[in-house]
């Protein structure tokens, strides 16, 4: 098991100047991909061959959570855990209950997490203990046949069961589903109608073009524009300015009184009012999703036992961050718009 080390007083009290980008936006939001390994396989996030990162390359557990205490201490409120699947990281809890202590002191507003599920059955119980309240898991179809051809390696069954586990724990459940074109998206609706019944939001996504999958983006993508038509044929869609901090923009459903989410990378740009950056396990940080650019923070966290480098590498970082993403499919070269996988950067 990982041991407690001494943290630096910078990487973890309340002191130091908020981090603006170039364009105004606060940045209040870390999402951290704690390992890039996952148990499926999805046909939009992966290749089925992977080649993953050698073990060395790949932080601590304790440093992972000094580089999150360092951009607590700088001002994100809410802290996201991802991978891959970030619940088949080893001794993981160790992370997320380390963690937990921000919510303790009232620096982080929430620790969640991001989950295929398979693993929730195992974990929920300690999810919650450890301070977690909500989290999203990633289904995109009920259909165990074509759960399988998504996911390559998933079973549907253990997802659900985690599922019922997670909501049995006291945890908030949000279902984010892919909108896959000739694959899911005649069951979304009924998929929608699910998650409300249990009281979970639905939201449903766009598929980016972020790394090589072994096949053609334009097979996959499917504009949410098209989606929202024909749900607006069978449900009453009211607007909603609920928000969780991240992209997605919320409706009500008048028929099922739940909310549904629509995340639009590619037919609406949601950049304007982007609080987010994206730290990878090994400590690289993406100011953007869509973007390339990217700092090294592992140096400087290697460098020193206390945070100074790792400070001004953070604000060399946030002034950088771009005005939005460079998301687009390329339909004459077949080529995704970034290069790493989603699994590396964890959405």
Known sequence: MPMTLPFSPNSSAGAGAPMIDPFGR????????????CDFRCVYCMAEDMTFLPKSQVLSLEELDRLCSAFVAR???????????????????????RLGRHLDTGLLDELT????????????????????????VSLDTLDPDRFHEITRWGKLDKVLAGIDAAQDAGLKVKINAVALKDVNGPEL??????????????????TMPLGDI????????LPLTLVRANL??????????????????????????????????????FCESCNRVRLTCTGTLYMCLGQED????????????????????????????PKGHDFIIDREHKRPAVSRHMSVTGG
């Open 214 to 221: 072994d096949g053609d983006r334009t097979d996959q993508y």
């Open 26 to 37: 606060a940045i209040t939001y870390l999402r951290v991909s704690v390992t890039d390994r």
């Open 113 to 136: 997490l991001t989950t295929n599920g398979s693993q929730l059955a195992r974990y929920a119980k300690d999810l919650h203990a450890a301070g977690v309240r909500r989290i999203n």
């Open 294 to 321: 990217a700092a090294d923070l592992r140096a400087p966290l290697r460098e020193s036992e206390d945070d100074a480098l790792l400070m001004e590498a953070i604000d060399e970082a946030i002034a950088r961050k």
């Open 189 to 206: 609706a009924d998929m929608m109608r699910w998650a409300h019944a249990r009281g979970m939001d639905f939201t449903v996504i766009e």
């Open 232 to 269: 607006e044929r069978q449900f009453t869609l009211t607007e909603s300015d609920y928000r969780t901090g991240g992209p997605a923009r919320y409706v009500t459903v008048a028929e099922t009184g739940g909310r549904l989410g629509f995340i639009t990378p590619m037919t609406h740009n």
């Open 75 to 97: 001002g994100v409120r809410r802290l996201r855990l991802t991978g891959g699947e970030p619940l088949v990281r080893r001794n993981i809890m160790w992370l997320i209950e």
